[in-house]
């Protein structure tokens, strides 16, 4: 199925203009849904009732808009009176900066579509990836849509752009709102944490090795009850064990990680670099090549202070 365009719309790049087209770049049909039920098998249906009279039911016709300025009062907005807040939204995407491209916290990034040249679009369209994927920089750029003035980023691909709404700086929590303890690590701690890393290091995310391994479960599930067979439940390893509170040697553990994954004391290789090691791959995907070999662990000649590990 090819895919439909969700608005028209303009991308300002000084005084030129790009006429672009609006795609949605991630797909929600993918999730799993499940239908409320009748235990006989019937679809049940949402009513709306009056708050002040439950046994009126209220049909979607008579329903009204309105915004709560004050406890229990409201102003209400006609359809009409709606439909012109819309139509005030502009069509047009303006770049006010380029900035590098690793300037936006991925923490602030909120939906993403794709952007495609419309008619007459494809020179300057292709001009603007060129230029951003040379410079290395992104666009912050504002743009009015439905209703809502948005900070957004376009960011070039070599496939093309991509329009990334950005949450506002009230949107988004701090992480100093969590009062984390700041703890320094040992030396040793440190060297054992980053042989660790560079073990397993990769170059690039190639997301296609990832699998959705709770779906999967659930459409096993699903297709047993339609075959006729008892779903039964699945144990989490991870859920069952636990440490509790006992006292734990993070070195140990971390020398324990690196002989899991096949480097030990400088057993295993890595990810960069060098001969590639068997690495197992993720979710049926293929491992890595090109892999660095880890250097080798040396022994650690003072003991680094135990670590409490909380209970949850």
């Known amino acids: 199925m090819a895919a439909r365009s969700l608005a028209s719309l303009s991308l300002g790049f000084g005084l030129v203009s790009i006429p672009v087209k609006l795609y949605s770049a991630t797909e929600s049909s993918a999730a799993i849904h ?19 009279n439950p046994a009126q039911v209220v049909p979607r016709t008579e329903m009204v ?4 300025f004050e406890k229990d009062r409201y102003v209400i907005f006609e359809k009409e009176e709606l439909a012109a807040l819309e139509e005030g939204a502009s069509h047009l995407i303006d770049i006010v ?14 939906k993403a579509y794709f952007l495609a040249p419309d008619k007459r679009g494809g020179k300057p369209y292709n001009l603007l990836k060129a230029a951003m994927l040379q410079s290395g920089r992104c666009a912050l750029a504002r743009w009015a849509w439905k209703s809502k003035q948005y900070v957004v980023q376009v960011r070039a691909h070599a496939q093309g752009l991509v329009l990334q709404q950005l949450l506002y700086a ?32 990769a170059d690039d995310y190639e997301p296609t090795l990832f699998e959705d391994e709770e779906k999967k479960r659930i459409l096993a599930a699903i297709d047993a009850k339609i075959a006729g067979k008892k779903v039964v439940a699945v144990s989490h390893p991870d859920e069952d064990g636990g440490t509790g509170g006992e006292v734990i040697d993070l070195s140990e553990m971390l020398r324990k990680s690196l002989s899991r994954s096949g480097g030990g004391a400088g057993t295993g290789a890595g990810t960069r670099g060098g001969k590639s090691a068997a690495v197992t791959p993720i979710a049926g995907g293929a491992a890595k090549k090109g892999a660095k070999r880890a250097p080798k662990a040396e022994p650690v000649k003072e003991a680094p202070a135990p670590v409490r590990r909380m209970k949850k």
């Open 170 to 201: 009230d949107e988004v929590r701090s992480l100093d709102e969590l009062d984390i303890e700041q703890a320094q690590p040992s030396a040793a701690e440190l060297k054992l944490a980053l042989q660790l890393i560079d073990q397993i290091a």
């Open 65 to 68: 808009k309105g915004y709560e």
């Open 97 to 110: 900066s380029f900035i590098p491209e690793q300037a936006v916290d991925p923490i602030y990034y909120d």
């Open 34 to 52: 499940f239908n409320l039920l009748t235990r006989d098998g019937s679809r049940v249906k949402q009513q709306y009732v009056s708050e002040q």
